[in-house]
């Protein structure tokens, strides 16, 4: 139990263009999903927290209209990077988080290298 | 604010043998959990142990256990009969028992020789 799905794993974009990223729980209903962002051989970088239904909140130094997240359902939250460029190539990676579950443990999806060339 | 320290970039271990991974971190809360997770080269984020504060009793799983001291707010991680599968990166997480945001070390890369 408790699986996060994201696509696409791995996309290839242009200068410019916006990517949309989706993350999924599978077979539970995620209160709360988290995107992160991860550059090679680093730790992972919080970059929002997003509630079913409402606005998403944003850490510190991340652009929220660069980075559009919407959480429709309880089951997918959508990070779209818009206007892509070359610096914002990484690795992102979302989890969720069940209120029924002890322990404020988070669920990872398998993480999406997004390339912008 | 809240931090977590992993002091070790990178160890390696013989397979089969015992290795012992730190972490510290430093919060003013009493109410926390602390989690381990390792990363392998899929990227995909894999729970090891999880230890909730309020429990003197060490975490164990299987080959994995900790060494959870409150007072000095350390939280090691020891693999024992390592394995080559064992190989990755392994981060060290905090989180408040009031908030949902995890806090994560700077990670260690271990490498299980054969």
């Known amino acids: 139990g408790a699986v996060v799905s994201q696509h696409p794993s791995w996309v290839i974009c242009k200068s410019g263009t916006s990517v949309k990223i989706e993350c999924r729980s599978l077979?539970?209903?995620?209160?709360?999903m988290f995107w992160y962002r991860q550059f090679p051989k680093q730790s992972l970088m919080l970059m929002a927290t997003?509630?079913?239904?409402?606005?998403?909140?944003?850490e510190q130094g991340v652009e929220k209209d660069k980075f559009l997240i919407n959480h429709a359902s309880l089951t997918l939250s959508t990070l779209t990077v818009t206007s892509a460029h070359p610096e914002d190539s990484s690795f992102y990676i979302c989890s969720a988080k069940t209120g029924t579950v002890s322990y404020n443990e988070q669920f990872f999806g398998p993480g999406t290298r997004l390339t912008v060339l | 604010a809240q931090t977590v320290t992993q002091s070790q970039p990178e160890m390696s271990v013989q397979e089969a043998e015992t290795v012992t991974l730190s972490c510290t971190y430093d919060?003013?809360?009493?109410?926390?959990?602390l989690f381990w997770y390792k990363q392998p080269p899929s990227r995909q984020m894999i729970l090891v142990i999880r230890q909730e504060a309020y429990k003197q009793q060490n975490a164990t799983e299987n080959r994995f256990s900790v060494n959870f001291q409150k007072a000095a707010k350390s939280f090691s991680l020891k693999i024992s009969d390592s394995q080559l599968g064992d190989t990755a990166m392994y981060f060290c997480?905090?989180?408040?028992?009031?908030?949902?945001?995890?806090?994560f070390g700077t990670g260690t890369r271990l490498k299980v020789l054969a």
């Open positions: 919060t003013s809360e009493n109410n926390y959990y």
């Open positions: 077979d539970f209903q995620a209160t709360t």
């Open positions: 997003s509630n079913e239904g409402s606005k998403a909140t944003y």
């Open positions: 997480a905090f989180i408040n028992s009031g908030t949902y945001k995890y806090i």
